[in-house]
């Protein structure tokens, strides 16, 4: 462990007293009583004590140190040398620390008695939990029973749980989030890749927000780009946070960029300005591409996105120029992530538009980070068998979800399949489906008919509040978790998340309680193993010790990237422009121009598209408690629909107002931000609020969420949300 004693963080004895003369004899540190005396010479005798972890204030896990003094967290810096923050770290990340010690918090598991909540012993609670899941076992079969998390490292041990019982039901949050994203460019380039930021000259970002959406090392890179003269241009319907250091931004209308990017294409095409060794030597399907795109030129693009023709081909003149340092985002949620029923051709469609500027694996351009390749258990503890059935909610499923992603599956699905009697039991890890999946009426509806709820969370959020178990996990900073590989780059990056202070109340890490979970359920055989001897039997394979990457926090492993590639993991082991696969399941292989599934009413004032998006002080569900952060969103005015002035103006609004919105599903209201900044045609809403369960105080009642307003969809690719596909009126309230 890294110690030391910088002397700005030393507050002296004697100034100590002096500033706490006045106050109180006894204080009250967590549920310990200390005398005043005993406390003060503590804080003043300790030394300040460094200890690199990981931030868990939202998915990007940020490498941080917390400073620790006399066993109470003092704060958080971001560690310098981590590839996905550079060294800083966000307001999110600071407010989120108070969690650990905010009363709110769940000290002990709780089991359901009626509409009450009693306390109940681990033991005992593991013991009843048990006995539920063997019932339902033996009636209803092992593909009864689900999981579901926010995907993590420690996911890998949840997943042996579900194969151990002999269910293929494993979930992540995908569905919600990134799954048409993914398929898009693993379809094309057979895998996700990166961005290669800080060394390109010419960076197009649609529907991403690295500076809201926050990804701190993309900023870093970003600026670095724009330092060295790159241009950066962002296409988004709302004058975005990123938008705001772009030098152009061009602001769509919602759910066209597939029409931006197949236009883009057309014009490298026709124009010859595509990387013509790369395409002839590293792609299949230029021929068939050349035939489509002459249906898509920039003038017919102007009138369904309503980007001008000579601005399409401006940029993509200019991008031609630039490449291969010339890149096109991989997006992440917000333009094609889970949006649209276009949004799978959109996500191919960036990816071969990346590819004719011959940017794959190339510096400046798209390319494949090193990951830092894990080992297994295995053999030292052998896998359980694969499931023999398959996955209820048709992902990997011919005729179903073909491109669906198995491993995440479709989250969305589970209150459908429950509300179906299929599935009948489950366990709910780090993740609020009642506030972050659609149409909760129906998500309410689908959880309360299982036979079992177990939610393991640190608060008594939407979800656990209607579990039959509450099973409290120990806050980030009090538990050691799974190794990471996550934020690789130039060279592959392993991480750790570590524990920094004593659990306060009767809490548990996460893989402990799935150990202890799967030995109360008789499936113990596959868990011989604790989360300390996991990990070093996974770091074996790179040669590093878990002491050294405890001391570090992270390490660098294995060869420097280089760029070029010999073969893509896609059937050909080339980009796939024209995809066989895609054609043999009956979907385009090359993409085609699709409408979004709704669109608002041109000739009512009231209709308008439903967008969302992040704040950069709020992760999702997850940080409306906190009184640090909602006070900042009050402070500036931040919880409002933001709408666009003319359109406001119309409907005889003042910035400020209260707005009613209603949509096929829900409605609620919201005062509105009347700005030049967003397109006519939609309205967007930040995605942090709207927090209904009544324990969490500070953020209850407030804002609005999307999902009020979602209906239940499955996009007929992969499943997902579709999430901006929500047609809503809106009035003066
Ligand atoms: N502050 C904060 N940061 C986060 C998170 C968080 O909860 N809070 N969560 C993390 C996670 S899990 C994710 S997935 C990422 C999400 O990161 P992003 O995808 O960057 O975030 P969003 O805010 O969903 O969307 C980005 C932008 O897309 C725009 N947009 C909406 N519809 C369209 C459209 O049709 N076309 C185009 N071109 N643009 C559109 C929105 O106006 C918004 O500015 O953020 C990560 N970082
Ligand atoms: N309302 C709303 N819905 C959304 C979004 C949104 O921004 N707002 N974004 C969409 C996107 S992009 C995504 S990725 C998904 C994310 O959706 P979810 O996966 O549901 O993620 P969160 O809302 O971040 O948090 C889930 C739960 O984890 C709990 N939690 C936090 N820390 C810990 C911990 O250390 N241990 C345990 N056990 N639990 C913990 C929180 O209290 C919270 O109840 O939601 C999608 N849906
Ligand atoms: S982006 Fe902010 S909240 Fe998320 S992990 Fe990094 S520091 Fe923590
Ligand atoms: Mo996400």
């Not at 009583?33 to 004590?49: C, E, H, K, N």
């Not at 868990?527 to 996991?534: H, L, Q, S, Y």
């Amino acid at each position: 462990m890294g110690r030391m004693e910088p002397k700005g963080f030393e507050i002296s004895r004697r100034a100590f007293l002096k500033a706490t003369a006045a106050g109180v004899g006894i204080l009250s540190l967590g549920h310990e009583l200390l005398d005043f005396g005993t406390w003060a010479r503590g804080q003043a005798d300790s030394p300040v004590v460094r200890i690199p972890t990981l931030c868990n204030g939202c998915g990007n896990r940020c490498a941080i140190f917390a400073y620790v003094k006399n066993g109470r967290l003092w704060k958080i810096e971001g560690n310098p040398e981590a590839n996905g923050n550079l060294g800083v770290i966000c307001p999110k990340g600071h407010g989120y620390l108070h969690e650990l010690y905010n009363p709110s918090r769940l000290k002990g598991p709780l089991k359901r008695v009626g509409d009450r909540f009693e306390p109940i012993s681990w033991d005992q609670a593991y013991k009843e939990i048990a006995q539920k899941i063997n019932l339902i076992l033996m009636e209803n079969g092992p593909q009864s029973i689900f999981w579901v998390n926010y995907p993590q490292p420690n996911h890998l041990y949840a997943l042996r749980l579900m194969h151990a019982l002999g269910s293929p039901h494993y979930f992540t949050h995908g569905s919600t989030c990134y799954t048409a994203r993914n398929a898009g460019w693993v379809y094309t380039v057979g895998e996700l890749p990166s961005n290669d930021l800080s060394d390109s000259r010419y960076i197009m970002i649609i529907g991403r927000n690295p500076a809201g959406g926050i990804d701190l090392g993309q900023m870093k890179r970003i600026v670095e780009a724009k330092a060295k003269g790159a241009k950066l241009v962002v296409v988004d319907p709302r004058h975005s946070e990123t938008a705001i250091l772009a030098d152009e931004w061009l602001p769509i209308k919602p759910g066209t960029d597939l029409a931006l990017l197949l236009a883009m294409i057309h014009v490298m095409v026709k124009e010859g300005l595509y990387d013509k060794r790369f395409v002839m030597e590293r792609a299949v399907g230029f021929e068939q591409l050349e035939d489509e795109m002459v249906n898509y030129p920039p003038e017919w693009a102007e009138r369904i996105c309503e980007i001008p023709a000579k601005t399409i081909f401006k940029i993509t003149r200019e991008m031609a120029q630039a490449r291969p340092q010339a890149l096109i985002h991989r997006g992440y949620h917000g333009a094609f992530g889970a949006q649209y029923l276009n949004s799978f051709q959109t996500a191919r469609a960036a990816a071969i538009a990346n590819s004719l500027l011959g940017n794959i694996n190339r510096k400046g351009g798209i390319y494949f980070p090193k990951t830092a390749q894990l080992g297994e258990l295995q053999p030292k503890h052998p896998a359980p068998e694969l499931p023999k059935v398959g996955k209820a909610d048709g992902t990997g499923v011919p005729g179903r979800y073909p491109l669906g992603s198995y491993g995440d599956g479709i989250a969305h699905a589970i209150p459908e399949l429950a509300l179906r009697g299929e599935l009948k039991a489950g366990f709910v890890y780090h993740h609020n489906p009642l506030r972050t999946n659609p149409n909760p009426k129906r998500v309410i509806a689908g959880y309360k008919k299982l036979d079992l709820l177990v939610v393991i969370d640190t608060v008594l959020s939407e979800t656990a509040s209607i579990a039959h178990y509450v099973l409290p996990e120990s806050f980030y900073l009090e538990r050691d978790e799974a190794v990471d590989t996550k934020h690789s780059g130039k060279r592959a990056q392993v991480s750790i998340q570590q524990q920094v202070v004593k659990p306060m109340y009767d809490t548990r890490p996460g893989t402990q309680i799935i150990i202890e979970l799967a030995r109360h359920l008789g499936v113990g055989r596959y868990f011989n193993f604790d989360i300390e001897e996991a990990n070093r039997l996974r770091l074996k394979p790179l040669g590093v010790t878990l002491e050294e990457l405890k001391a570090k926090g992270i390490l660098f492993v294995g060869k420097e990237w280089k760029e070029g590639f010999d073969k893509l993991q896609t059937p050909s082991g080339k980009v796939e422009i024209y995809s066989k696969t895609l054609e043999q399941l009956g979907f385009p292989a090359i993409p085609r121009w699709e409408d979004p599934f709704v669109s608002p009413d041109p000739n009512d004032p009231h209709s308008f598209r439903l967008l969302h998006g992040k704040q950069a002080i709020h992760t999702h569900s997850m940080t409306a408690n906190q009184p640090v952060l909602m006070a900042l969103s009050h402070r500036y005015d931040m919880i409002r629909l933001w709408m666009n002035q003319e359109r406001g103006e119309r409907l005889g609004l003042k910035d400020g107002d209260w707005v009613q919105i209603k949509s096929m599903v829900g409605e609620g209201r919201i005062r509105v931000r009347l700005t030049q900044g967003i397109h006519p045609s939609c309205v967007w809403l930040p995605s942090g609020y709207g927090i209904f369960s009544k324990h969490l105080k500070t953020a209850y009642d407030i804002g609005l969420s999307y999902n009020d307003f979602l209906p239940t969809y499955f996009d007929p690719t992969v499943g997902h949300v579709m999430a901006s596909e929500i047609i809503v009126k809106v009035s003066k309230a």
